[in-house]
């Protein structure tokens, strides 16, 4: 056999790059490559390297570990290895050095990258940091912060769990990061995030946010990629003839264009896309070559979107205007004074003990008159939801929609770290606002979405 075609045979993009080292024997043995005397070998020798790295773990201290401990090392150990055969020519070359190189070396060599790349990785986290973007998406700015990927390099175990990734992750990339693990998977999320947010810095933060808002006034709270929506948004400016800078388009421009566009062939839609991007890398003079080559990976996403869109004549969809919050007319919330101390903690108390849920509703109707003692009921009187739901058919819109905006429900990202009684509470308000008929219910979210409290 020919080495074209070894390599041909043993090509890298075949092989997984998250569990590299055992898809290389498994394919070098399946081609012929590596004997089963060879893989008799390398199997004794990371037997050895796992009871040297058991021994290291357990200090010395015992003989034995638990079974889901040592296939944990052992995958580290693993994991380690592949970082070293990666970098070498082609996989017929690494082949030949597990052919030839001891595991125990392999591994050294390894773990000598990954420290490197875990060097890396904190770097592009600083770098992350400086060029972060102001926006109030719950999920980029969670994932960012010291509980999110900062969880990484305070926990993160490169000689004994080097495949794990120790971090709270929830934004999503335009371009997500597939088929690699531990530091390799951290490194290339950042190196990402650093581009996308290198792209979103060339507009205001105030037009991102109109920009998205026109897409959900309640974008905060959706798992959305910040870069696709404001590189859609560029795009389809370009298209239409609206004002890139501001990231602003008009519904007239977007009927015209999905006008002038549903007569186009899907080739020929892609290639103004194509042509609209590379008009904006020029306009916004976007030099770093790094950059312009995540734009035009990330555009048979975009293109794909805006495609779709035409051909259901949805186009408005994608292509949305800005929309300014800040401009709606604010309704002004009051609450009367509170009830006396012990005279709540007297309410509370005869609530905990009543057994029927109609006492309970009365006794709270009679005593509570101020929203914040209302409020404060719900989350300390151990209501059932039953309970709450109808105590919530007794209250006004203007109520509800005060309980909506201090206890907002829109996502798991917010109910983390809440309490059981808070989570109760928004359930309740969750599933009270779906039984509601569609047009009480957008009077409600309306009214929650404009209320100011004094």
């Known amino acids: 056999m020919t080495d074209i075609e070894k390599r041909r045979i043993m090509d890298r993009t075949n092989l997984s790059g998250e569990t590299y080292f055992l898809s290389l024997l498994q394919a070098g043995h399946h081609y012929g490559f590596l004997t089963d005397s060879d893989l008799e070998k390398i199997q004794r020798q990371c037997l050895e390297l796992l009871a040297a790295k058991a021994d290291e773990w357990s200090r010395g201290k015992s003989s034995s570990i638990r079974t889901e401990r040592a296939e944990s090392i052992m995958k580290s150990n693993l994991y380690t290895i592949g970082l070293y055969l990666k970098t070498l020519p082609d996989p017929e070359a690494a082949v030949q050095e597990l052919k030839t190189a001891t595991v125990k070396d392999m591994y050294q060599k390894g773990r000598k990258i990954l420290g490197a790349k875990l060097h890396t990785a904190k770097h592009f986290y600083h770098l992350v940091l400086k060029n972060k973007i102001v926006t109030v998406n719950e999920a980029y700015n969670a994932t960012l912060g010291k509980s999110g990927i900062g969880i990484f390099f305070n926990t993160y175990n490169p000689d004994f769990e080097a495949h794990e990734i120790p971090a709270s992750i929830d934004y999503q990339l335009c371009r997500p990061v597939t088929d690699l693990a531990g530091v390799e998977f951290i490194q290339k999320y950042l190196e990402n995030v650093y581009l996308e947010n290198e792209f979103c810095r060339h507009f205001a933060a105030e037009d991102i946010h109109h920009l998205l808002s026109g897409y959900d006034e309640n974008y905060q709270h959706l798992l959305i990629n910040i870069f696709e929506q404001v590189l859609t948004g560029a795009i389809g400016c370009l298209l239409a003839g609206g004002n890139v800078r501001r990231l602003e388009i008009n519904p007239e421009e977007v009927r015209a264009l999905q006008e002038e566009l549903s007569g186009d062939e899907d080739r020929a839609i892609a290639c103004k896309i194509r042509k609209a991007a590379g008009d904006l890398s020029e306009l916004e003079n976007l030099t770093r070559p790094s950059l312009r080559d995540y734009i035009e990976k990330s555009l048979p996403k975009i293109t794909a979107n805006i495609l779709h869109a035409v051909r259901t004549n949805t186009l408005d969809k994608t292509f949305v205007p800005p929309l300014h919050p800040e401009r709606k007319p604010s309704i002004r919330f009051f609450s009367n004074a509170k009830m006396a101390d012990e005279a709540y903690r007297e309410m509370i108390a005869e609530l905990l003990v009543c057994r029927l849920s109609t006492d309970k509703l009365a ?92």
Not at 394 to 404: F, R, V
Not at 435 to 453: F, G
């Open 363 to 454: 006794l709270i109707r009679e005593k509570v008159k101020a929203f914040d003692d209302l409020e404060d009921v719900l989350l300390d009187a151990r209501l059932s939801v039953k309970e709450i739901l109808l105590l919530f058919d007794s209250l006004g819109d203007m109520e509800i929609a005060a309980l909506i905006k201090r206890h907002p429900f829109h996502s798991d990202v917010q109910a983390v770290e809440v309490s059981e009684a808070e989570k109760t509470l928004r359930f309740s308000l969750k599933t009270f606002l779906e039984k509601l008929p569609s047009e009480r219910r957008e009077r409600i979210l309306s009214l929650a979405d404009r209320l100011v409290e004094e």
